[in-house]
């Protein structure tokens, strides 16, 4: 890719760099929600800018409460605007270098600004697609030979989640409540979740609707894909246990899910593609898929109790998922299923091979049999009440950087 020097003052670790540009919606004082973008430090007010007709296009669009509207004018408008930022960014000679007053109505401080939730969601899908995680929880659950179910390595499992519980980074939620069922108990009781987990994933932010009985293929899957998040699917593990025979995850899954405010586009990413796990037994043709197609992000994972300091837990990365997102809108779709813009649907908990790289506590502590150490020497099997976990992610390659932000979410006592 070209190299990109722009006039902004920007830090070499910063995640909004001159190749990321993504997009989300802001608010403060003076506004209450508008599309804007990121470089460096600052957010880029669209509406503000456009009043300079910049990118030709209705100014109202961006003074919405959500990207929808903005993602539905198609990828050559949104790719447009976000080229015609990077070539402003990167030219000395720009209006918004000179004018220092109108910079200050375009440019704002991220630390000025809270940032909203990005997308209305109006379906949610969470897949099951990273081998290693499967692995581990069916070796715990069932039988270590068998640890996969017979059709794992052929579709890209997944199911339908709450949309209305998804929340912006940022949030804080209670402690579900449910039944569960004690090993040494015959009957199940009813409380709060005693083994309340996190769930290391990413979501993509679908950009392009199909009707019914419409399918996507692999090939054409990234056209219908806007970008990516980070996300956490915080789950009740024994409220799972004991409610996910026959049907799966219900309400184990569906009091909160934590999103990252930026979508970074699937522009950004594409420098970062690489190879993907050799599947096999070879999938049915609908799910085969050509070239480098998994992404090199690299994903942290922090933990900081109530008052304390925080201890990095997990650094894994998105390449050891075994299905692609193109398998999973491909599989998603392949029964007529219609997708919607802003519709989002996430990876599924990635962990990697080694246990350093496993992308939940029920995995990291082997389901509470080893407990990990914080910096302030308290241990956790599962997450405590008034812990904060904080999920990051970027990727790096060539002196360049596209980073996600952050995904941050605090467990409130039960109410």
Known sequence: MKK????IPDKEDSDFSIYNIPFGIYSDANVKHRVCSAIGEYIIDLFELESRDVFDINRSVFERESLNDFISLGKPTTNKVRAKLQEILCD?????????SFFGKVFKKQSAVKMLMPVKVGDYTDFYSSIDHATNIGTMIRDPKNALMPNWKHLPVGYHGRASSICVSGHSFYRPKGQQKPADAEVPVYGPSKLLDIELETAFVIGKQTQ???????????DHIFGMVLFNDWSARDIQTWEYVPLGPFLAKNFASTVSPWIVTLEALEPFRVKGYVQDPPLLPYL???????????????????NGEETHIIGSNYKYMYYTME??????????????VGDM???????????????????????????????????????????????????????????????????????
């Open 212 to 222: 019914m009985g419409d399918t996507v293929s692999t090939d054409k899957a990234d």
């Open 345 to 415: 649907m996430a990876s599924g908990t990635i962990s990697g091979p080694q246990p350093g790289e496993f992308g939940s506590m029920m995995e990291l502590t082997w389901r509470g049999t080893k407990p990990i150490k914080l910096k302030d020497g308290s241990e956790r099997k599962f997450i405590n009440d008034n812990d904060t976990v904080t999920i990051k992610g970027y990727c790096k390659k060539d002196g360049m950087r596209v980073g996600f932000g952050e995904c941050t979410g605090t467990l409130l006592p039960a109410k």
């Open 92 to 100: 000395d000679s720009s209006f918004l270098k000179s004018d220092t």
């Open 4 to 7: 990109l020097n722009t006039w």
């Open 288 to 306: 085969q898929y050509k070239g480098d197609r998994n992404l090199d992000i690299h994903l942290d994972v922090y933990i900081k109790p109530q």
């Open 327 to 340: 398998q999973q809108l491909a599989h998603h779709t392949v029964n007529g299923c219609n997708i919607n």
